[in-house]
């Protein structure tokens, strides 16, 4: 797993465009934080955003949307119970 970071604006007035591709984003990620400032510049107010998520994999990051669709493995009907049991030593 590493830390990957992706960066937005979302302007005060008009705003719906850049919020849903923010949310769309946020629906396809392992979220860690998410850093906001609302900034002023030259009579232009706007969110700037900093959201900070896991990547995975052995190339060091994850596309967003990776995992999505996936389905989860439950190992306690692949095993058998000797498997999946935790062998306790001492």
């Not at 995975?56 to 389905?71: D, L, V």
Request: with cysteine.
């Amino acid at each position: 797993m590493s830390i990957q970071y992706r960066f937005f604006t979302i302007p005060v007035k008009y705003e719906e465009e850049a919020q849903a591709e923010l949310n769309d984003f946020l629906k396809t990620v392992r979220l860690i934080t998410v850093h906001r400032e609302l900034v002023c510049q030259e009579g232009q107010h706007f969110w700037a955003i900093a959201v900070e998520y896991a990547g995975g994999g052995s190339k060091g990051g994850q596309e967003p949307g990776g995992n999505i669709g996936k389905k989860k493995i439950d190992y306690r009907e692949v095993l058998s119970p000797e498997d999946f049991s935790i062998p306790v030593y001492g």
